[in-house]
């Protein structure tokens, strides 16, 4: 019996067996870095609807919009909307990944309000 045509088979399946785990491994970080941004656009944009959120209903003065975009870069994060209707604040913070954006929108509004 011949096995010689087998010979080095292991090696390659070692190889392919690397190659396959530093694949995976690459494509969790990448999705764990997207998601990481996601989170800090999501902060950015609920801090900063608050933020406008409080001007909206008079608590402080100034313009809610601005006050959003401030809040918003506090945070690494730019505003791509802002929206009042009454005292409901809606804003879409949007932060840079790896040459594409992660964005998240938040409402806000005094307790009780739709």
Not at 15 to 36: E, N, P, Q
Not at 54 to 80: F, H, K, N, T, Y
């Amino acid at each position: 019996m011949d096995d010689t045509r087998d010979r080095g088979a292991g090696s390659v399946l070692a190889l392919a067996a690397v190659a396959a785990t530093v694949t995976l491994t690459a494509a969790v970080v990448g999705v764990s870095g997207a998601w990481g941004a996601r989170q800090r656009a999501a902060v950015a944009a609920d801090a900063a609807a608050l933020a406008a959120a409080d001007i909206a209903v008079g608590r402080r003065g100034g313009d809610p919009c601005s006050q959003a975009e401030a809040v918003a870069r506090a945070d690494g994060a730019a505003i791509r909307a802002c929206v009042i209707a009454g005292v409901i604040v809606t804003v879409e913070a949007a932060v840079p990944y790896h040459g594409w954006e992660a964005s998240a929108s938040a409402r806000a509004g005094p307790p009780g309000s739709r």
